[in-house]
Nanobody, 125 residues
Framework: QLQLVESGGGLVQPGGSLRLSCAASGFSVDYYSIGWFRQAPGKEREGVSCISSSAGSTYYADSVKGRFTISRDNAKNTVYLQMNSLKPEDTGVYYC??????????????????WGQGTQVTVSS
């Protein structure tokens, strides 16, 4: 059974940092492309960052470029999202998702077959 489990969310002040984890089971993250999405209340789910299978190429939405870093630890079968210089507009539920094949931050959520349950990130003073 393929499963993704996110962790690491929480409440942080503007300018602070969080590291989200996406632990995979039932498959190897280096054979799947993994994306991070977020959804704020009343808004559509949007792609934030993704990492391609094998080569591990990384991609970022313009809104997070230079502040967020996606990485992968094949030994731990986990993908991370390091979030620095957080802003209130980064608030939302963050999800990781997996798919076979190529990846882009512009792919719609429906392009990903496997999803985690989400973790809440709140940026507020």
């Amino acid at each position: 059974q393929l499963q993704l489990v996110e962790s690491g969310g929480g409440l942080v002040q503007p300018g602070g940092s969080l590291r989200l984890s996406c632990a995979a089971s039932g498959f190897s993250v280096d054979y799947y492309s993994i994306g991070w999405f977020r959804q704020a209340p009343g808004k559509e789910r949007e792609g934030v960052s993704c990492i391609s299978s094998s080569a591990g190429s990384t991609y970022y939405a313009d809104s997070v470029k230079g502040r967020f870093t996606i990485s992968r630890d094949n030994a731990k079968n986990t993908v991370y999202l390091q979030m620095n210089s957080l802003k209130p507009e980064d608030t939302g539920v963050y999800y990781c998702a997996g798919r076979r094949g190529s990846v882009s931050v512009y792919l719609p959520p429906s392009s990903f077959a496997y999803w985690g349950q989400g973790t809440q990130v709140t940026v507020s003073s």
